[in-house]
């Protein structure tokens, strides 16, 4: 049977939940130390949630910890050279975000006098913080009593709610019914909570609602339909780019690469030339002629609005590139390339040993 909790009674029982089922975070302040008096750290807190736009926890425990030993201060991070950011936040993907990080950073430094701004409204006139991430921020860095909702969120109030409407129309109704739940105090763990629950017992396909705080007055598992919230509208299929990527080494071992242009995917990256990526017919478009070897191998990657295939090219040549530079191999390191490129790196490496050794 279905109790019926008001809106306070419900986040009293999600924040007494977690103070104790808290997930331990590089970047959080934990109830516990909460209580005694701790204040999280609004640059971890800004760091952390700009990490974690379109990103799991997990990928970015270790982004976290590198950026944060590196540039333990948001002063620290204003200083750095772009290269070196862009270097450590290589693999973390949607790299406008890396540029919008550097650019607040230098911001907050200059401007502010090294403080983050206390209120959502304040954050958001900041570079890359958009309404999500100043939410977040305003309420666990500074308890402001903002309402934050991530897709966790959206799942758990679908289904404590039994909100068949399907997302994305659903969007601004789970939002308001998020901010109904928000109390007054505690918003900051509160918003966490919330969260967690969605991440760790309110779980995509198996909701554990035998453990769930929130069972007795869940609508949807009342109904027997909460694994099948939130509906969705069928996703639109995405297209499918072709494309030319080319990996060359000059006879003393170095690596032709270029940085691609700020504006547009992979911005301000380091990678391997290519050709344009166009939906057919790509056209060769290679940075310095040579003796190009076609290994019959393809780097597929998967953006956000389409799909990728790059034939790859490999070539061992002294001639001046048309485009790019060479990169000694003592100064590279493939860690330093987005995924695309590290893939297109680790395909090119035996072909590219082969046809070494085929010219000595
Ligand atoms: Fe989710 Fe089940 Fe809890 Fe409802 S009872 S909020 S469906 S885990």
Redesign the pocket.
């Known amino acids: 049977m279905r109790e019926k909790i008001g809106s306070d009674g419900l986040s009293a029982v999600l924040l007494t939940w977690y103070d104790v089922h808290a997930r331990e975070m590089p970047w959080r302040v934990g109830p516990s130390d909460r209580a005694a008096g701790v204040r999280p750290d609004p640059y971890r807190v800004w760091l952390s949630e700009v990490m974690l736009q379109q990103t799991t926890v997990a990928a970015v425990r270790s982004y976290f910890r590198t950026f944060t030993e590196r540039w333990p201060t948001v002063a620290h991070l204003a200083a750095a050279e772009d290269a070196d950011v862009m270097a450590a936040w290589a693999g973390l993907g949607y790299y406008a975000r890396a540029r919008n990080l550097l650019k607040c950073a230098r911001v907050v430094a200059h401007d502010f006098g090294g403080v983050f701004p206390g209120t959502a409204e304040d954050l958001r006139r900041l570079p890359g913080i958009g309404p999500y991430t100043s939410a977040a921020i305003a309420a666990i860095a500074f308890d402001q009593p903002e309402t934050v909702v991530d897709g966790n969120v959206e799942r758990?109030m679908a289904?404590?709610h039994a909100v068949e409407t399907p997302l994305p129309t659903a969007k601004a109704g789970l939002t308001q019914l998020a901010a109904d739940l928000t109390p007054g105090a505690r918003p900051g763990d509160y918003a966490q909570a919330v969260m967690d629950l969605g991440a760790t017992?309110?779980t995509p396909r198996n909701?554990?609602?035998g453990i769930?705080p929130?069972?007795h007055s869940?609508a949807?598992?009342a109904a027997g339909i909460?694994a099948e919230l939130p509906r969705k509208l069928p996703k639109k299929t995405k297209p499918t780019r072709l494309g030319y990527v080319y990996v060359l080494r000059n006879s003393a071992g170095d690596w032709l690469l270029e940085t691609r242009p700020d504006k547009g995917l992979l911005g301000g990256m380091l990678g391997w030339p290519t050709s344009d990526w166009v939906e057919e017919a790509p056209t060769e478009a290679p940075p310095l002629p040579a003796d190009w070897h076609d290994p019959r191998a393809e780097v597929r990657h998967t953006f956000t609005h389409f799909h990728l295939r790059l034939a790859l090219r490999v070539a061992v040549s002294d001639a001046v590139p048309e485009r790019g530079a060479f990169v000694p191999a003592s100064a590279f390191s493939p860690a330093s390339l987005p995924t695309v490129m590290r893939k297109a790196f680790d395909l090119a490496r035996d072909p590219l040993d082969a046809s070494v050794i085929d010219k000595k």
């Open positions: 758990v289904r404590l017992v309110c909701p554990a609602c769930c929130l069972v869940c949807g598992r909460a």
